[in-house]
């Protein structure tokens, strides 16, 4: 006997195909094979509480009380399956059609000496027994759709992960962003503690030495006529050594001074890093930038003037423009010449004037 094979009979007996099984249950066409030909019984790999659900769900749909299929199951898994389960539903189609027959009518005869007595004694027709509902009916598990479960799991499982690495994407790409623009302003901040660097300091770097600055009257002493010419004779020496030219040094320094509007920004690069940062600067500011051999500057040209010790490069766009860097590229070779190694003026060259502050918005 085979409960495979009986469900396959009751329905065809109700003129339902595998397909129109699929599409009210939702499970697969395979899968209804495998039940009616008994192979899902004895494959491994099936859980057999699937199987069951499978099944029981294939049962209500062919009306088929579930007590009964339970029964069933419990005998296939046992072996001991008789196939009690087609003819009870045969019989309990034979029921019904009996209810729904009319009774024939049956003439009276005429009574015959020969025979007793009879009573012919009309039987009510039996009422339909009602199915009641037992505490193993889970009738949540059947109306559960395992295959379109495991579909919107898969499917969910995958929007979650591409979702995710989407997110992850926007975060890296905001934090980059942010660092590029706002780059000057975090190296300020670590860089808060440092003492600002000035035109003396500077000078003081490259062995320029530094003019003395005259003392208040009020707070030196008037030192006496005799000592005069001796101070005279101190001073001569330093008169002189600033006039000598500086030679230049392991490390050069050129400022880039925003003479003639807001830079936005300037973009500079040192041979100490060969990394190229944004600098925005406003009108007046200058920033020093330190290098050994190569130094590029692009930018807003016509915004901009290029200092080295004190002295205005001149027209750095015409002369010491580079192509392959698309920047304007000074060298030791360029800043090595007299006009540029002699002392600093004693003021501006340029009516613009100098810069209002010079600092090192950077250091290497």
Sequence with gaps: MSLGKDLASIRKSKNLTLEDVQNAIKIPVDTLNSIEDDSIFSEPNRN???????????AKLLKIDDKDIVRALDEMEAGTYSGNLFPESQES????????????????????PDDQPSKSIQKPAPKPETPQKTEND????????????GR???????????????VLFVIIGAIGGGSYFFWDDIGALFRSSEPEMTQESLDNDQGIPIPPTTAD?????????ENEPEEQAESEPETQSQQQPITLGDTLTVAVYAAYGQLEPVRVTSDLNWRTNPFWMEEGESYYFDFSDTLLVRGQYSRFLLLFNGHVIENPRQNNFSPSFNSIMLTREVLDQPQYLAPPPAQFPLEVGPPDSTVYRIRF
């Excluded at 057999?48 to 294939?58: N, W």
């Excluded at 889970?138 to 479960?149: F, G, K, L, Q």
């Excluded at 919107?152 to 989407?166: P, Y």
């Design 48 to 58: 057999k509480t699937y199987i069951r659900s499978f099944v029981r769900s294939y």
């Design 93 to 112: 189609e034979e029921k019904q059609s009996d209810i729904t027959a009319p009774v024939e009518e049956v003439s009276p005869k005429k009574p015959d």
């Design 138 to 149: 889970t009738p949540e598990i059947n109306s559960v759709n395992w295959a379109d479960m």
């Design 152 to 166: 919107r799991f898969t499917t969910a499982g995958k929007s979650s992960k591409v979702w995710l690495i989407i």
């Design 217 to 225: 009257s009020s707070d030196t002493e008037i030192p006496a006529l």
